[in-house]
């Protein structure tokens, strides 16, 4: 599930450079047009933008594309699919899109009631049909908050999103962002990267076990971590680094096995 906040991480900026993106300049310039620069209706109409500059990212959208009903019903196919929101909270998002398409405000109300009209299931099948790029979505999904605010911070997921289900996939990206969230940028795309790994050895070892299930006892922790431990020092030898450097790495691993997997239930001390 790709989130609003991911979608801003990784676009960072973009509502005020438009002209650049996909032809959505006089979109941008429209919505804004309809709120005041202060208070919540222009946050509101930003994150619009923000997600719908996304939805034309992934299914490749044309600078000269029409944004039309038919593009706001795949829209909302797109909000339910990646974004996995409801009516409501996909209501909220599209309506200052419709208000800068279709004007006067009546017009706007008209179009925004037959987007809610249609079945979902036609919305989303509008949606698949525009084909939706994997990799631009894996792109958003692989960005992660840090301590600092307006900075997003890329991960390598590796072979996790093969190996794992996608509702598997969500809660251990939930689990990440949370634990990502209070580090400095200075060390996230480290550490995320190293409890990725440590994580895809940690399936690797126990295939088809849902992830909230995923529990090591107290024998088999302290096996998979003394393999883990051996790995994080070999890489760094092999790498030309010296012993101090390799027992180094091994107390940073040390420090995320207990501040991630023991803490979220992965492994037992």
């Known amino acids: 599930m790709i989130t609003l906040t991911q979608i801003k991480l990784h676009d960072m900026g973009i509502p005020h450079e438009t002209r650049k993106l996909h032809g959505i300049a006089e979109l941008h310039e429209k919505t804004f047009k309809h709120y005041d620069n202060t208070g919540s209706a222009e946050l509101d109409a930003r994150d619009s933008l923000f997600a719908f500059n996304a939805f034309f990212m992934i299914t490749k959208g044309h600078s000269n594309a029409r ?18 929101m409801d009516d409501n909270e996909a209501r909220h998002l599209l309506q200052p899109i419709a208000g800068a398409i279709f004007q006067p405000t009546d017009e706007a109300i008209q179009a925004t009631h037959q987007i809610f009209d249609t079945p979902i299931a036609l919305c989303k099948e509008r949606y698949l049909a525009l084909s939706p790029s994997k990799q631009k979505i894996e792109e958003y999904l692989s960005v992660f908050e840090c301590q600092e605010p307006d900075i997003g911070i890329y991960l390598d997921f590796g072979h996790l999103r093969t190996m794992l289900a996608e509702a598997d996939l969500t809660y251990f990206s939930e689990l990440l962002a949370k634990h990502l969230k209070t580090t ?5 795309q480290g550490f995320g ?15 088809g076990k849902p992830l909230p299930e995923l529990r090591l006892g107290k024998e088999r922790t302290k096996a998979f971590v ?18 101090e450097q390799a027992f180094e790495n091994r107390e940073v691993i040390r420090d995320l096995i207990s501040n991630f997997f023991v803490r979220n239930g992965f492994l037992t001390i």
């Not at 009903?69 to 909000?79: D, E, N, P, T, W």
């Open 226 to 243: 003394g393999q883990v431990e051996y790995q994080a020092v070999d890489q760094v030898l092999k790498a030309g680094y010296s012993i």
């Open 193 to 207: 990267n190293s409890i990725c790994g440590i994580m895809q050895g940690l399936v690797y070892e126990n295939p």
């Open 184 to 188: 400095s940028h200075i060390y996230t």
């Open 67 to 84: 944004v039309d009903l038919k593009k706001l019903i795949a829209f909302r196919g797109f909000l339910s699919i990646e974004m996995k």
